[in-house]
């Protein structure tokens, strides 16, 4: 079975703030994807990485930045965390067609 | 852009009835894949089509890719509680790039005991 771990389940950080959301899978998928879900919008993609060291802007990439030093971990990087940041994110790998999702991080940004 | 129209919104049933609700495109997918969302956790993929007309099932879930290639379907067959949650589909949208996805904008399905 795939396995896409995410560092945390639930995070409340203070506007301002750095923030770190990491994503681990098990499958040694070539593929990695950030998304944000919020009601009524839908899944934005925000960043993807076709390889190690390599990213991609997604739709919504303003604010956020990402890290993959290795295959099988995606990080994403709230530099600033602002309110209109919180969200539930979501974390993919895929070996190209079908994603394989995380049970994602409920961020909190106060 | 491509966009992925799911319908119906939402659904509200009883305990023991069929579902069925299907997704639509206005250019030609080569994939599409279904995906069901519980409360507070991640998609999980519950079908994937990789071929015109093509039906696949999966428990009491069956998927089809339409022969147009501009639309799928999914049915659950005698519903039980825990198919509550949103059913995404989702399909590449370049035909030669099979990496990126769009996503439907979800049925919502509640089941009622």
């Known amino acids: 079975d795939v396995k896409v771990t995410q560092s945390s389940r639930y995070l409340v950080k203070r506007t301002g703030e750095k923030v770190f959301l990491e994503c681990v899978q098990d499958m040694d998928h070539e593929n990695m994807f950030w998304y944000r879900q919020d009601p009524g919008l839908g899944l934005r993609l925000i960043y993807f990485s076709y390889d190690v060291k390599m990213k991609e802007k997604g739709d919504i990439p303003e604010g956020y930045s990402v890290s993959r030093e290795k295959k099988e971990r995606f990080s994403l990087i709230l530099e600033s965390a602002s309110t209109n940041q919180t969200s539930m994110y979501l974390c993919a790998s895929s070996p190209g067609s079908a994603e394989y999702f995380g049970p994602g991080t409920r961020l909190t940004v106060t | 852009g491509q966009q992925l129209n799911q319908s119906p919104q939402s659904m509200f049933i009883q305990e023991g009835e069929d579902v069925s609700m299907n997704c639509t495109s206005s250019s030609i997918f080569n994939t599409w894949l279904w995906y069901k969302q519980e409360p507070g956790e991640g998609p999980v993929l519950l079908i994937a089509l990789y071929k015109a007309g093509e039906l696949t099932s999966n428990g009491r879930l069956t998927a089809q890719f339409g022969i147009t290639r501009k639309d799928s379907f999914l049915n659950i067959s005698a519903s039980i509680p825990s198919d509550v949650g949103i059913y995404f589909c989702?399909?590449?949208?370049?035909?030669?790039?099979?990496?990126?996805?769009?996503f439907g904008t979800g049925t919502r399905l509640q089941v009622f005991p």
């Open positions: 989702a399909g590449p949208p370049h035909p030669y790039n099979t990496d990126k996805l769009i």
